[in-house]
Every structure is written in structure tokens, then in C-alpha cells.
């Protein structure tokens, strides 16, 4: 006899049916009904039209029947909330019930109907429950006030339901404890900013104690919560990470992975030399390692954790390489994870063995699988330079398997390869032209074409290859087109005799016969640029390309510093912040790692760290193919003038280089030398123009003690703005001349532009972008000249800007080129930000921090400055560079000379450290900077000489 | 937290709900059967999909997908972990986790669903716990409920739920008092052509079986626990004790349980039980293959092999087979083109042996690639690593128990390939 006779009904009045039996008298027949409900209701039949009838089930001695009636309840009292109410009194009676069962199942079915009217009645019962005498019913109501902060969080504040939970958490019971955190957790994340989990290290010692003992699940909501905790200083953390790691030995996956995140972050703090840093380290990898012996989906979700973890601490798994060997059995989702986790670890030490791993990989049945097998024996290539050679050849062998899928793909990563090591593998080209014809998938194509035009003066018959791919033009793609196109003129550029017609050919059905504006436009570039001087084109299309980088696809630190924090979420499995995708969740706090080193920098960030030394814009194009239109971001404009805002997220590495070098060129071609105009070059620094009035820092020494040193962010003292110069004249721009200058202004960045028209006609439509640039800088709302601007007006714009826009090394760093429509035409300029304007308010940093900083950052990196006739004390040069988010933070007097210790954080999270020493009588100032990001400090200095001169 | 749970069968029907909050649509799971459709195998869907407003999380358990739906930022392996859990408690409780058995006792699996999460928050998944909340479906019971009118609902608080050994129930008590412990160890290797090892490691684990009269403390020693430099242990495990003395020490729950796993990685010495002689060849313009394999025994510890199965996936190319086993059965699917030879035991003085031809589809090229050959076996009382208990003592109750400890070797993913 079994559950199945549930389902068993006549067709006929089947509700009808039930609702008789319901209100049987027999309680055994009553008890079946139910049954057949509840069972109905687990295969989605709809019975709540029996609500009344179950409802007066509800009172009964008979737990299992309560039981029933409460799951259909839970149900069910959503759609019928009048009736609903019906049910409230036998709550509460149950609420006072002597069996601490009873009282449980109460508090926690009451919480789960989300019913408005009878949230009401719960609160008495459930604020009795909060602090019943049995442990049992506290944490089921710990629970209860998560649920009833769902569905209505007003009443939970009003009712002081929140210091309740609280208070529950120096509960003496683990479990309790343990429930209470996970409902704090809970309610946080819809209340970012409420400072609900307020931790402080007593309320750490209690989850401590609590850790060791409550249920696996409550370990995991202690770990996470934990994970939030920023330790004083590097002995605290240690401590907590020694009560920590034996949490590792767990059965329990969720537990291991928490405990491992915690780890992570708190490892940040410690030093490196200590002892115990390095146990740490050691302890860190068998159970990682284990992790992989589990079931496929946890294997999945720790491979994608173990991606993090790799990229942020090789040297944790150096050494286990083997663990990461794919079974051909492996589903085929954790093969691809393995793949990407070997490529991370190969080195020098273990290439061989991996290559032939991949080699094996490359024979395989399925066809993802292949490719990405394939594509990594390249990758291994560009990362280890030892292991070059034998990558090569192990790729030709896999051409010679003559298997479509796998020669595309070896085409695509030997290109990456000839990139990477120049003049070096060549000899293989005539091997990759045999199987031109082969090639079906547009990357594929576009590779081969590239290769055949980088190296068309080796290749006799470059011009016949390339000739055949244009029979087809219009029915390639894009990526291809642009490249056949490039290709073509660098074969002109090399051979111009012989292949004058093709290049007319190439040019015409680019500009004429195309309606795609990159290709378009990209064809009229090369047409006037060849056309008026050949010598530049020359310069510009075969100019020697920045080498790339090892790994193209590794996360951008701030966003790997922040997946660290989040190990063993839903965001570490996507690689994505969590603000970006879960939702629910608004305005997620950012984490961040610990500061040890003042890590939240930049320097190995691909964008910042790899300068591109004049390259061409083709040779970003054909590296990453996607982004095909670097062009078009400037180009653009004519095409869509008012959607020039959407922040374009942030590619991760390659695209530096190009536009400094296009930049130039288009200036050149548009017939103005505005690129180094020397109006603005040296924006600040200048006279001493009109000053806003807000700026006049209080000078008298006295005065500056009675603030506190560098204390009160919100002084109200504005930042140091330069004068307007003229970035655009007149006479180079159709008779508009654009003048400004950069502000910051209670924390948001604008950029302050001064329109006049000096021509006769009235100009409209007015739309600004920039160029990528080295801070991300981008409008952050379309440009407001709302009215046209008649002849000899002239009208004053604040643009806000926002620093989340795609990001390009400059130089000099602060450069910024700007494009600026109206109806007239596009003209470009290019201006420098004071880089003062991109400290950002909470740029003062803890001592402590500081000088473990300041010892951290290698002395290579610090620069030295002199500021030189400057009149003021140090009272009020910190005073003043305060205004500008310069804060001071230490003071020291050392035989009458002041040193003061000064932070300041720029947008992108980079931290400069400063030292500024100032003699008393001697107006000459010493400073010394200390940043990450060494580059910025000529430019950090040239603020600090404008803010104290002005 | 987890929202809801849907069962999905193999052939794509959702046949039972849960919801521990509001209730889902369960066209969210049109999601999952798209992800289904695109995986070549079952087991191939990916284990996280993402939906417009929820997160699918799902595991593949006897051929039944428990799919977990969650709204908010959970960490996923804590769903994972849950969901198998869920599996374990099923079976534990029906004996099998199948679609019918599920059917059969859907009141009860919707009453275990429910205890074991409140609102989205694990609540009981001890089985000690559960079995005493919810008593698992016998004949027996059945019988005497429908007659007596009685509940398989445990009216009482259960005792573990609050204790400081929340695994163990009180009052146990037994005539026979009995524990024994299962030293089971499975090899993983990869052995590439010419018979190297690339990789070997070892998991372990120890399972206990223990029933015994109220509230015993055990200890558990070993010769060699040097081994064990990487284990994950059951809650009821004194970590600090093991930490000082390398002793286990605990007070164990009631019943089968897990004591610990642990993991002996390939950076130590593995040592391989079995060697495999191949011979898989293709000519060009042949329609015919060669085919030779020969199983024997290699580091065993002076025990015998047995159960041995061996089994390769074929190339596509391949039509047929003709092979003849010196012992045992074998069998080749010519459509999935999977061929498994039922060995059994391996006598070191006859070994046994697969010879034959293949014949392949006419003009078709050579395929290209080489098949990988499963190993599984079995090993009687030795453990592959070595590991020796040493002694078990219990204290803190005055009979005495029965004990036993059995070791066994067993492959895993052990694969030859050619």
C-alpha cells in the first residue's frame, strides 16, 4: 500500500470528492484526504479551492494531520488571504503549546504565509518565541524574522525585531547563533548599507566559538559571514585564521570552499615572510585538491573557484598540476574548466608533460573539447617561450590530421603565435597556405589573411591567395572584410608595382560598395592616407606592433580582488561582481581584499601595465578580432549622435596601443595640428587666473590646529580647479571654439566647457565622446546645449563624467582626445585633466596600512620632486591639499623640518603615497612619491605644485 | 536560499514540487530542458544556468535531475551539497532513490522535503535526526497505522536536534553490540600508451557501521596514520585530538555513517595493480582493425584480482567486432560502440587475453582517434595505500562490542589508454 493510490481518483468531481472526505468525521479518513491533497498538490494540480474545507483540519490533537494542514497552508493562503485568517487563532494557540515542537511548527509556518493580514498577528507571538527558554524554538524564530523581513521589512524595524536577532547572536547556543547569522545575512543583502552584521572583535569570538560547534550548514553561514570581517591588524587575523583552517578537513564542500575564502582574504593582511604565511599556503591545497575527487557539479563549481584561486595565488597549486589531467569521461564542462586550469599552471617546470597531455586532448571525440585543446597548445606556446618550438611543431602535426575544426583553430592560435615571436616560426606559412581553401569559419579566414599580408613579401603569390578571398567580398564577414582589407594595403605597401589594381579594387568596394561604417571608413583612411602620403601610411600600417601579452583572458585584478572576496558564490562561478547579475540584491557592497599592500592597484592590470610603443591599428584588430571597430569609436559620431554614453565594459587586455597612433593621424588628415596644441598643455601650473572663491584655504597657521589633522573629509574647502584655456580655436573648428577646464565636485568629476560660436550660422546638435583613455573617463549623460547656438553666443556646459569608460594607457597619462559634433561636422581635440580631480573622497588611508604600505612598495618606484618657491606652512599646505583629497595622516617633526604623510586614492582604486617635507624659512619643498603605478607620479607632483602655488 | 525543488526524469517530465517560499512557475524549468536538449549526454548539463530572474542548480542522481531554484546570491555547492543530501536521505529512507519509489511515498518525501528546510535555511539533515521526526515507510508500520489510526510523525522534540553530538540519538540500545569499519580505497589513474603512469591517486574512505548500546566514545588508531596528510572527517570527529595525536576520537552516530575520506595525491607513490598489453591498429584502406588486449597482475600485495571489467568506447568508424576472450563474456554495442569485457578473476599464471579484428565501415578514412580503456576491479582485504588500523577501544559504556575491520581496493577512474 502505497502513496500512489493518492493520485488514483475518478475523473468525476474528483474536488467534490475530497471536499466530503475532508469533512468526514472519521480523523482516519480525514488524514487520507489530506493526503490525496497534499499529494495532488506536489504534481502542481491546483485544490485550492478546498482551502476551507483543510483549513478546518487544522485543529487536531494529531501531529502528522497539523503537520499536512500547515504544508497545504503554506501553499495555498496566497491566493486566498481572507480565509487565511481563519487559521490565525489556532497559531497562536499553538504558539503557547507546552510541546516545544508544537511551538516551532507555529512560529514557522505562520512566517511562511506571505499574507499581509497576518503578519499582524505574528509579531506577538513570534516576539515571545525570539526569546523562548528552549534553544529549538529561538533558532526556528531567528528564521521566522528573515521571512517576515521579506515580506514586510518596515514592520520588522518598527517592531525592534532586528536588535533581537542581534542579541542572538551572543546566544549560548552554536545553533541559534549559527540560524541568527544566517538570518542577519539575509536581511543584509536587501539592506546594503543598514550596519546590521555590526562586527567588532568580540562579536567575532563568539562566531568563533559557535563555529566549532553548530551543524555544517550554520559553519557555512558563520564562514560567510566571517568573510566580511576586516581584522586591525596582521595578529588578529592570523588568529582567526588558525581557529579557521581546521574547517578545511570538513566533509562538507560548502564548508571547505568558505573556510578557503575566508582564508584567502584574511591571508591578504599577513606578512609574507612569516612563518605561518607560508604553512598557510601549504595547508590550502590538499583540500582543494580534494574537492576534485567529488561529484561532477561540485567538481564544476571548484574548478571555476580554483580558476580564481590560481590566477590570485599561483603558487598555491603549483605543484599539483596532475589533479587537473582530464578523464575522458569527464563531463564535459569540467574538461573545459580542467583545460583552462592547466594552461594557468604550465610552466617551464611542467610544459612538457602538459603538451603532451593536450596532445592526447586534441584527439578527442568532442569538438569543444578539440578546439579549446587546440587553442591552449598556443597559448602554452605564448607563455612559455622555452616551450615555443615544440608547440609549434605539435600544431603542425595536428594540421597534418588534415580534421577541419582542428586546422582552423591551430591556424588562429599560430597567428597569435607569429605575434608573439617574430621572424622565428615562418618557415611554417607554406604548410598553413595548403590549406586555405579548407578554412570555413570567418576567424579562421581572417587569421590566414593576416598572416598572408604580414608576411606578404615572403609569400610569392600573396597577391593571387589574396585576389581569391575577394571574388567573395560581400559574403564575408565583417572581421574578415576588414582584415582582407588591411592586408591588401599592406601588400600594396610592400609590393606597389604589381598590386596597384588589387589595392583600387580592395579600396573601392570598401568605401562604395559597403554599407558597413568600420569598413567604410577604415577605407577611407587608408585611401587618403596612401593617396597624400605614402611614406606616413607606410609608417603608420606597417609599423612594428606591440608584442602581446602571455595571457589575454586573465581577470582584471580590481575584479579578481573582488571574485576573491565572493569565493563560493553564484559570482565565482560567473566571474561577473555580483552587483552585475543577481538580482534582488540592489546596490551589492563592493569587497574588497584587506590592505596589506594597499592592493587595490593597478599595476599588473594589462591596460596600465603594457605600453604600447607606436603600434598599428591593425594589429589590435587582428589579436582580437571581436572588437573590430576601434575605429569606430571615434568615427562614429556621425552615425548615432546622441547615444554616446552606454559605459562599454571594460575588455580585458589587448587593446592598448592603437588609438594614440590614430589619434595623430587624423588630426593630421583633418588638416589642424590640434593634437599638441600648446594653448593646454600646460593647463595648470599656469598664472594665477580667476580662482574660485572656495578656494582660498585658511592661511593662518593657528587656525589649521584646531582641525583635526586631515580628519573631517567635509571641509569646505573646494578642490583646486585649473583655468579655462582653449582647448579648440575657431578658426581650426568651422568657426566653434570650445574652452574649459576639470572640476570635481562633491565627489563627481566634471568637465566645464565654454561654447562659442564665431561663425555665421546658427549650430545644433551638439554631441561629445571621448577617446578610451588612461583613466576610463567618460561622459556620463549626453551634452546639454538644449537651445542652438546663434552667431557670437556663447553658452557654459558642465558635463558630468563618469571613470567607468573603457581604459587606454595615454601619454602623457592625463591625456584626454575629445570629438565634438554639431551639425556642421565632427572636430576633435585632445586636452590634459588635472589628475587631482580623480582622488576621490575616501582616499585617506590608516596608518598603519600606510606604513606597511610604504615598506611594501619597492623603492624602485618612488620619485622624488622639488616645489620650489612656495610660501605657505605646513598647516596650510595640508590644508589645502586637502581640499583636493590629498590627505595628510601623519605628522612628524624632525630637527624644525615638518614631514608630513600623506594618501590619495585615484578612481581606478590606485593608491599614492606621498612625503612632503617642508623647512620652516625655506620656501623649497621636497616630496616623494610612492605608488604602485609609478607612471602617475610625475603627474600626481604636477598637482601638488598647482594646488600649493594657487 | 533555496527557493524551490523540482524532480525531473529522464525523459523530461517534472514529477514532483517543492517550494519553501512563494511559489515558482515551473515553466522556469523550460530553462533546464533547453540546456538538457543541447547536452550530447545527461550528463553533460551544466550544473549552474542561469535564468532572467532565478539561478537553476542542479545534480544528476540515478538518473533523476533534482533541480534546485534560487533568486538571491547563494553560495552554489551549499546547494549542491543539499541536493545530495536530499538523495542520500531518500535512499537511506526507500531503500532506492527512483521515480517510483518517490511516487510510492510522496507524503513522506514532502514531509522530509519540508524538515529539512525552512524558508529556504537547512534545518534537519541529520538522518539520526529525521528518522526520528519523520519514521522511514516499513510494511510493518504501514500496516499498523491504517490500523491503530497511529502517525508515522514523531510527536517529540527530537533529542540530537539540540545536543552537543546533534548526530547521535539518545537512548539507543541493542542486544548484539556491533561496530565495524570498511577501509574501501578507489584508485584513480590515467596510464598512457606505452604503460607509464601519468597520474595515480588514491581516495579513501572509511565507513563505519555502528550499533551500540548508548553513549560509547571510540577511538580509532592507526599504524601508519602518517598516510592520512589530507582527510576530511564526519562532525563527530575530535579535531583537535587528531591534530595532537593523530588519533581519531569520537562519539559516533547511530548507524551507517562515514567516518572519513581521504585523499592520497599522486605526488606520493601509487602503486598500480594492474597492467593492460594493448594493440588497437587501423590501416589505411583496410577495412579491417586489429585488435589485442592482455590484463595481468603487477603490484597486488600477494592478493588476487577480481571483478574485473573492462570496457573502451570505439571509434565511430568501427561496424563490428570479432574477438575471442580466453575467459569471461564479452559484449559490443554496435551502435553506442561500446565494448565491455566481463573478465572476472585474473589467474597470474593463465592471464587473460581479448584477440580478434574489428571490421570497419568500407572507404572510410582511419579513424584518428585511439580508444581509452575502463579498468574496474576489485581487490579483497588489502588497502592500495597501505593504511592499518591499528586499534579501536571504547569507553565510556561497560559491555563489550563486537568489532571488525575489512580493507578493500577497488578502481575508480582508471583508464589505459591506447
Redesign the interface.
Known amino acids: ?4 493510490k ?2 488514483t481518483t475518478t475523473k468525476k468531481g474528483e474536488i467534490f470528492e475530497l471536499k466530503a472526505e475532508l469533512n468526514s468525521d472519521k ?2 479518513k480525514k ?1 487520507e484526504a489530506v ?1 490525496k491533497v ?2 495532488s498538490m ?3 494540480k491546483d485544490v485550492s479551492a478546498l482551502f476551507p474545507d483543510v483549513v478546518n483540519c487544522m485543529q487536531t490533537d ?4 497539523k ?2 494542514v500547515y ?1 497545504y497552508l503554506m ?1 495555498y493562503a ?1 491566493s486566498q488571504p481572507d480565509m487565511a485568517i481563519m487559521a490565525v487563532n489556532t497559531f497562536v494557540k499553538d504558539c503557547e503549546d507546552p ?3 508544537i511551538r516551532a511548527l507555529a512560529v ?1 509556518t505562520m ?2 504565509i ?1 499574507v499581509d493580514k497576518i503578519t499582524e498577528y505574528l509579531c506577538e507571538p513570534l516576539r515571545k518565541c525570539l526569546k523562548d527558554e ?3 524554538v529561538r533558532k ?1 524564530a531567528a ?2 524574522v ?2 517576515l523581513h ?1 515580506i514586510n521589512a518596515q514592520l520588522v524595524e518598527d517592531q525592534g525585531f532586528l536588535d533581537t536577532l542581534k542579541d542572538l547572536i551572543s546566544d549560548s ?1 552554536p ?1 541559534v547563533v549559527a ?1 541568527a547569522v ?2 542577519l545575512s ?1 536581511i543584509a ?1 536587501s539592506h546594503p548599507n543598514s550596519n546590521l552584521l555590526d562586527l567588532n572583535p568580540q562579536s567575532i569570538n563568539k562566531l568563533l566559538t559557535a563555529l566549532n ?1 553548530c ?3 550554520g559553519q ?1 553561514f558563520i564562514l ?1 559571514c566571517l568573510a566580511n570581517y576586516t581584522p586591525r591588524d596582521d595578529r588578529e587575523s592570523q588568529s582567526i585564521c588558525e581557529r579557521v583552517t ?1 574547517r578545511l ?6 564548508v ?3 573556510a578557503v575564502k575566508v582564508l584567502m582574504k584574511f591571508m591578504e593582511m599577513l606578512p609574507k615572510d612569516l612563518d605561518y604565511y607560508g604553512t598557510l599556503l601549504k595547508k590550502l591545497a ?2 582543494l ?2 574537492l576534485l ?1 567529488a ?4 567538481q ?3 574548478l571555476r573557484n580554483i580558476n580564481l584561486i590560481v590566477q590570485k595565488r599561483p603558487e598555491i597549486l603549483k ?2 598540476m ?2 587537473f ?1 582530464v ?3 569527464d ?3 569540467v574538461k573545459l574548466e580542467k583545460l583552462d586550469i592547466m594552461i594557468r599552471l604550465a610552466s617551464q617546470a611542467n610544459i612538457a ?1 602538459v603538451l ?2 593536450l596532445k ?1 586532448y586534441a ?4 569538438v569543444d573539447f578539440v578546439r579549446k585543446a587546440v587553442r591552449a597548445i598556443g597559448r602554452c606556446a605564448i607563455k612559455v617561450e622555452q616551450s615555443a618550438e615544440r608547440c609549434v611543431s605539435t600544431l603542425l602535426d595536428l594540421i597534418q ?1 588534415k ?1 577541419n575544426y582542428v586546422v582552423q583553430e591551430a591556424i588562429v592560435v599560430i597567428k597569435d603565435i607569429f605575434r608573439k615571436y617574430p621572424n622565428k616560426y615562418e618557415s611554417v606559412i607554406a604548410t598553413l597556405c595548403e590549406n586555405l581553401d579548407s578554412l570555413d569559419e570567418p576567424e579562421a579566414r581572417a587569421a590566414m589573411i593576416w598572416i598572408v599580408g604580414e608576411y606578404a613579401e615572403r609569400i610569392d603569390n600573396a597577391d593571387e591567395l589574396l585576389e581569391s578571398f575577394l571574388e567573395g567580398f560581400h559574403d564575408e564577414s565583417t572581421q574578415v572584410q576588414l582584415q582582407l582589407l588591411t592586408a591588401i594595403v599592406k601588400l600594396f605597401l610592400k609590393k606597389p608595382t604589381e598590386t596597384q589594381e588589387l589595392v583600387q579594387q580592395v579600396l573601392s568596394l570598401a568605401t562604395q560598395d559597403s554599407d558597413n561604417p568600420d569598413l567604410r571608413d577604415r577605407g577611407y583612411i587608408y585611401w587618403r592616407l596612401l593617396s597624400t602620403d605614402p611614406v606616413a601610411a607606410k609608417e603608420v600600417v606597417l609599423a612594428e606592433k606591440p608584442l602581446i601579452s602571455e595571457e589575454t583572458d586573465l581577470i582584471e585584478p580590481t575584479l579578481l580582488e573582488e571574485l576573491i572576496c565572493h569565493i ?4 565565482s ?2 566571474h561577473k561582481p ?1 552587483s552585475a ?5 540592489r546596490g ?1 557592497m563592493h569587497k574588497r581584499l584587506p590592505a596589506r599592500t594597499g592592493s587595490g592597484e593597478g599595476t599588473e592590470s594589462p591596460d596600465m601595465g603594457n605600453t604600447a610603443g607606436g603600434s598599428a591599428p591593425e594589429a589590435a584588430t587582428s589579436i582580437i578580432p571581436s572588437q573590430g571597430d576601434l575605429l569606430g569609436d571615434l568615427l562614429n559620431l556621425d552615425m548615432a549622435p546622441q547615444t554616446t554614453t552606454g559605459p562599454t565594459p571594460p575588455t580585458s587586455g589587448m587593446q592598448m596601443g592603437g588609438m594614440d597612433l590614430l589619434g595623430g593621424v587624423l588630426d593630421s588628415l583633418l588638416g589642424g595640428d590640434i593634437g599638441g596644441s600648446p594653448a593646454m598643455g600646460v593647463g595648470f601650473g599656469a598664472a594665477p587666473a580667476v580662482m574660485p572663491a572656495s578656494l582660498s584655504a585658511p592661511v593662518g597657521g593657528g587656525l589649521g590646529d584646531l582641525f583635526d589633522l586631515g580628519g573631517g573629509v567635509g571641509m569646505p574647502m573646494g578642490a583646486y580647479i585649473p583655468p579655462k584655456t582653449v582647448w579648440l580655436q575657431a578658426m581650426k573648428a568651422k568657426g566653434l571654439e570650445i574652452s574649459g577646464t576639470f572640476a570635481r565636485r562633491a565627489g563627481v568629476i566634471q568637465m566645464e566647457l565654454v561654447l562659442t560660436n564665431k561663425a555665421m550660422s546658427i549650430m545644433t546638435d551638439f554631441a561629445i565622446q571621448f577617446n578610451r583613455n588612461s583613466f576610463g573617463l567618460a561622459p556620463a549623460g549626453p551634452l546639454q546645449v538644449l537651445t542652438p547656438l546663434g552667431p557670437n553666443q556663447t553658452i557654459e556646459v558642465s558635463l558630468p563624467l563618469s571613470t567607468v569608460g573603457p581604459v587606454m594607457k595615454m601619454d602623457p597619462l592625463n591625456n584626454l582626445q575629445v570629438a565634438v559634433k554639431n551639425n556642421i561636422d565632427v572636430f576633435y581635440f585632445s586636452c590634459q585633466y588635472p589628475i587631482s580631480m580623480l582622488f576621490v573622497e575616501d582616499g585617506k588611508m590608516e596608518r598603519q596600512v600606510f606604513l606597511a604600505t610604504w615598506k611594501d612598495i619597492p623603492s624602485d618606484n618612488e620619485s622624488q620632486f622639488q616645489i620650489q618657491d612656495c610660501h605657505l606652512n605646513s598647516e596650510a599646505a595640508s590644508n589645502k591639499l586637502q581640499g583636493s583629497n590629498i590627505f595628510t595622516i601623519a605628522k612628524r617633526t624632525v630637527e624644525g623640518q615638518d614631514m608630513l604623510y600623506m594618501s590619495i586614492k585615484l578612481s581606478n582604486g590606485i593608491w599614492v603615497l606621498a612625503e612632503l617635507k617642508v623647512q620652516a624659512g625655506n620656501p623649497n619643498y621636497t616630496i616623494s612619491l610612492k605608488c604602485r603605478a609609478p607612471e602617475v607620479s610625475q603627474c600626481v607632483f604636477q598637482c601638488y605644485e598647482a594646488v600649493l602655488k594657487n | ?1 533555496i527557493h524551490s525543488l523540482f524532480l525531473v526524469n529522464s525523459s523530461g517530465d ?10 515558482v512557475s ?1 515553466s522556469v524549468c523550460d530553462y533546464f530542458f533547453e540546456a538538457q536538449e543541447r ?3 545527461p ?2 548539463v ?3 544556468i ?1 535564468t532572467p ?1 532565478h ?1 537553476l542548480i ?3 542522481r540515478h538518473r533523476i535531475y533534482f533541480v534546485a531554484v534560487i ?8 546547494v ?3 541536493l ?1 543530501r536530499v538523495v542520500d536521505t531518500f535512499q537511506d529512507y526507500f531503500g532506492v532513490c527512483t521515480e517510483a519509489a518517490i ?9 522530509l522535503l ?1 524538515e529539512m528546510l ?2 529556504g ?2 534545518l534537519a ?2 538522518s539520526n535526526i529525521l528518522k526520528e521526526l519523520i519514521k522511514p515507510p516499513t510494511i510493518l508500520r ?2 499498523v497505522n ?1 490500523i491503530t ?1 497511529s ?7 527530537p533529542t540530537g ?2 545536543s ?1 553530538v ?1 548526530w547521535r540519538r539518545t537512548g539507543v540500545k541493542y542486544t548484539n553490540n556491533e561496530a565495524y569499519f570498511d577501509v574501501v580505497e578507489e584508485i ?1 589513474a ?1 596510464i ?1 600508451k606505452s604503460g607509464s603512469t ?2 595515480a ?1 588514491i ?1 579513501g574512505v572509511i565507513d563505519a557501521c555502528v550499533k551500540l548500546t548508548g553513549m560509547p566514545d571510540l577511538t580509532l588508531s592507526f599504524m601508519n596514520p602518517r598516510l592520512l ?7 563527530c570527529v575530535r ?2 585530538r587528531w ?1 595532537a595525536e593523530r588519533i581519531l576520537s569520537f562519539i559516533p552516530p547511530d548507524g551507517n555513517f ?1 567516518l ?2 581521504y ?1 592520497v ?3 606520493n607513490l601509487v602503486a598500480i595493480p594492474v597492467y593492460v598489453k594493448h594493440n588497437i591498429t587501423f590501416r589505411e584502406g583496410s577495412s579491417q582493425g586489429h585488435f589485442e588486449l592482455t590484463l595481468g597482475p603487477k603490484q597486488t600485495m600477494g592478493k588476487g584480482v577480481e571483478a574485473v571489467l573492462v570496457s573502451s ?1 570505439l571509434p ?1 568508424g568501427v561496424l563490428n567486432t570479432n574477438l575471442n576472450p580466453t575467459q569471461g563474456t564479452y559484449t559490443f554495442d554496435p551502435v553506442t560502440k561500446l565494448l565491455s569485457w566481463d573478465v572476472g578473476k585474473i589467474n597470474p599464471q593463465k592471464l587473460p587475453s581479448l584477440k580478434g579484428s574489428m571490421s570497419l565501415q568500407a572507404g572510410a578514412t582511419k579513424p ?3 580508444p ?1 580503456i ?1 579498468i574496474q576491479f576489485k581487490i579483497q582485504q588489502s588497502a592500495l595505500s597501505g593504511l592499518k588500523v591499528n586499534r579501536l577501544d571504547m569507553y565510556g559504556e561497560k559491555y563489550k562490542p563486537f568489532k571488525g575491520i575489512k580493507y578493500m581496493t577497488k578502481a575508480g ?1 582508471f ?1 589505459v ?1 591506447t
Open positions: 500500500m502505497t502513496d500512489s493518492y493520485f480523523k482516519e488524514k493526503k497534499i499529494a506536489t504534481v502542481g494529531n501531529l502528522e494531520l503537520k499536512l504544508l501553499n496566497k510541546n516545544p515542537l514557522r512566517g511562511c506571505r528552549d534553544p529549538y526556528t528564521v521566522c528573515a521571512k521579506d547556543n545553533m540560524n544566517a538570518a539575509e543583502e560547534e551543524t555544517e550548514w557555512i560567510d581546521p578537513s570538513h566533509a562538507n564542500s560548502a571547505v570552499l568558505s590538499p583540500p585538491v580534494t575527487s561529484e561532477p557539479e561540485l564544476y563549481v571548484a605543484h599539483e596532475k589533479v589531467f578523464k575522458y569521461n563531463p564535459i564542462y608533460q603532451a597531455e592526447e584527439t578527442e571525440v568532442d590530421t580534421v563560493g558564490t553564484l559570482a562561478v560567473y555580483p547579475f543577481v538580482e534582488g540584491s551589492v | 536560499m517534472i514529477f514532483l514540487e517543492k517550494h519553501w517560499k512563494s511559489v515551473r547536452a550530447s549526454e550528463e553533460n551544466p550544473p549552474v542561469p530572474h539561478y542542479s545534480v544528476l533568486q538571491s546570491e547563494v553560495p552554489p555547492l551549499f549542491i551539497e543539499f545530495h511516487k510510492d511515498n510522496v507524503v513522506v518525501v514532502y514531509e519540508e525552512d524558508n535555511f537547512p539533515t541529520e504501514t500496516v491504517t489510526g502517525t508515522n510523525v514523531g510527536e517529540q522534540l536536534q539540540l552537543v546533534p584513480d590515467i598512457d601519468i597520474t591517486e581516495q596528510d589530507d582527510v576530511s572527517f564526519h562532525p579535531f583537535k591534530e562515514r572519513l575520506s585523499h595525491s599522486s605526488q568506447q565511430r584518428d582517434e585511439n581509452t575502463n577512474k583508464q589508454r
